[in-house]
T-cell receptor, first 111, second 115 residues
Framework: DQQVKQNSPSLSVQEGRISILNCDYT??????FLWYKKYPAEGPTFLIS?????DKNEDGRFTVFLNKSAKHLSLHIVPSQPGDSAVYFC??????????FGTGTRLQVFP | SAVISQKPSRDICQRGTSLTIQCQVD?????MFWYRQQPGQSLTLIAT?????????ESGFVIDKFPISRPNLTFSTLTVSNMSPEDSSIYLC????????????FGPGTRLTVL
């Protein structure tokens, strides 16, 4: 049972445009959500997070939106840059240190 | 931020053998985590390792198959025992940052191929 789902395995966006990565979850007990970025041959690195008491969190070019009623979150990257090309994982936790990860979306930003 | 190294970075092993993966952190940490990422799959938590106590395994993972050691606050090992091709995965260790809630720093991973 996949509690965190990223239904788009890949996304291709032109440089300068907006990238929108989506994530759905099924467990209503999740209270914290995170996005990680992963380059080849490296471990995932933390990008941005959001608590379930908020619906938006912004950090520079990255904004995460949370829609609890729809059990959906999204990561917006504006403007997209070639260096953003990586695999993006969303993750969730339910009041513990344990993270449940989605399967990832490979983002490619082309010139 | 914590700097985490893993050894080996990759290995190719024969079925039935065992491999021990090392994880070294440049600072003392209470909790260390071991994950597995099978091809095309998400990162799945294998176990949580606290220094001075037995590791806590997630559903579907057992100590006989994945024994873990945590001899001190900067080091841990994960052994993949009696390997089969289904164990071919990337194995990653991580630690909590203590800076942002639930932020974890990950090692670069160990890519294991079992023939």
């Amino acid at each position: 049972d996949q509690q965190v789902k990223q239904n788009s395995p890949s996304l291709s966006v032109q440089e300068g445009r907006i990238s929108i990565l989506n994530c759905d979850y099924t467990n209503s007990m999740f209270d914290y959500f995170l996005w990680y970025k992963k380059y080849p041959a490296e471990g995932p690195t933390f990008l941005i997070s959001i608590s379930s008491i908020k619906d938006k969190n912004e950090d520079g070019r990255f904004t995460v939106f949370l829609n609890k009623s729809a059990k959906h979150l999204s990561l917006h990257i504006v403007p997209s840059q070639p260096g953003d090309s990586a695999v993006y994982f969303c993750a969730a936790s339910a009041n513990t240190d344990k993270l449940i990860f989605g399967t990832g979306t490979r983002l490619q930003v082309f010139p | 931020s914590a700097v985490i190294s893993q050894k080996p970075s990759r290995d190719i092993c024969q079925r039935g053998t065992s491999l021990t993966i090392q994880c070294q952190v440049d600072s003392q940490v209470t909790m260390m985590f071991w994950y597995r990422q099978q091809p095309g799959q998400s990162l799945t938590l294998i176990a949580t390792a606290n220094q001075g106590s037995e590791a806590t395994y997630e559903s579907g993972f057992v100590i006989d198959k994945f024994p873990i050691s945590r001899p001190n606050l900067t080091f841990s090992t994960l052994t993949v025992s009696n390997m089969s091709p289904e164990d071919s995965s990337i194995y990653l260790c991580s630690v909590t940052s203590g800076r942002i809630y639930n932020e974890q720093f990950f090692g670069p991973g160990t890519r294991l191929t079992v023939l």
